[in-house]
């Protein structure tokens, strides 16, 4: 017997000979026992992203007022005319102690479980969800249609030597680079961080209206901001400084311009102990050589 099916039917006899009732995580609300976070949860979750401790501790201080909202709302789940009960995963076939409550579902001709209008076939629909089939079908050719005319446009453009064209940047080109930049640059934290929020709220705007309000309200600042960010972070450290890497050295050279004097105040401190460290150095072969040539 396979070792899933073994489970299932245990599952199927405890519930049965225990009473236990077994409903659909659909037709209750659950609240599980939050798991606390911790920096070292968030260093593994963000292990591919190039966060500092810093940004990362930002991130630990916004998740925990989350877990401290959902550990008070787990303490007081009784109170709240929860029961406890238990989650059951089918894939897993873990079990987990929770609080539950069935949901309030309004009376009506329709079963809760209907199947959405989406799934179900053309002749299985009234005129009216009919309707509403056909304009989600071309919803979505239109879309796929976009898609088509979006790559087509782009490729003929990639042939047509745009790359080769002796202009100025135009000031819609200065806005789809800084678009384009942010979005593949610039992670939520950082935009807290540096003060990067470009867009402000859009949580009720469709995409072409952020572009549009964008567009509206740019200025060269904008541009000149989000540069100088991405400069700041794309130095590279470790083995890399600036004096073997050559996005490094742009970077050192460039910040001379506007930070001359406290860049050259560090070199002559690091320049002092390199002097003083050769010094050192020097007598110790000195006394090496003498000491050979005694031999």
Known sequence: MRLDHYIRCRWFSVTVLSSIKVYLLDDLDVIEKPE????????EKYRHYDYTDEELQEDLDEVLKDYHEKHQSYNSAIDNGFVKGIVFHPESYRFKDCYVK???IETSDSSSHTI??????????TPEEQIIKIKEREQRKQHIENNK????ATSEIRESGYLDLDKALS??????ITISLFENNVGYIQQQKYHLEFFGNTSKMSKEEIYKDFRTHFKKEIFNKLIRFLLIKQVHF????????LTNIAFYQAMKGFYKAKMESTEQKFEKETQTRAERIQERIVKLEQKAQAE
């Open 36 to 43: 606390e976070p911790t920096l070292e949860l968030l260093k």
């Open 171 to 176: 000031k819609d080109e200065m806005i789809a």
């Open 238 to 245: 470790g083995e890399s400084n600036h004096t073997n890497n």
């Open 102 to 104: 069935i949901k309030d």
């Open 149 to 152: 005319l979006f790559e087509q």
């Open 116 to 125: 959405p209008v989406s799934e179900r076939k053309m002749a299985d629909c």
